[in-house]
């Protein structure tokens, strides 16, 4: 028994350790108790330095904290929580990070503590507002381009309606010396 259970932990240490996006434990009062190395490469911190910590110390400012708690309050059991708010690194970097989290339940159910799962989507985020950026571009040449063709419509029209009074004018003056 002693060794199933030293080989399922094993398992999960070494899923846990090998997962590459950021992961970070944290209990109901949201005091940090573990990470992974992925967590440590984002963050620049080690497990040493954090655990037993409050969260905040990952966030921007208590604002992204709170709101990020508010939102845990908001989604308990919902398995598909998806969440975006702004970290800062061991340097003080900010980043944008998708989190995850996923609630820990003792025997009865009860939310013991967090399990968030974080992504930094700053590259992400750069290539949406550089497409966004180009659709603009893109918007706006259509619309230089669709002006630049009624007008030169307009302008067809004009020369066609003059070269039919000009025709006219010739057809009246032949008529009139005939």
Known sequence: MEDALRESEEQYRSLFNSIRDAILVADTEREIIDCNPAFTDLFGYTLEEIEGKKTHVVYRDMEEFERLGQALQDHVGDPSFLFTVHYRKKSGEIFPGETNVFYL??????????????????????????????????????????????????????????????????????????
């Open 105 to 178: 339940r003792d025997d009865k159910g009860n939310v013991v503590g967090f399990i968030g799962l974080i992504r930094d989507v700053t590259e992400r985020q750069r290539m949406e507002e550089a497409l966004e950026a180009y659709s603009d571009h893109l918007e706006e040449m259509v619309q230089t381009r669709t002006r630049e063709l009624r007008e030169a419509q307009e302008k067809l029209l004009r020369r066609q309606k003059l070269a039919a009074l000009g025709q006219l004018a010739g057809s009246i003056n032949h008529e009139l010396r005939g």
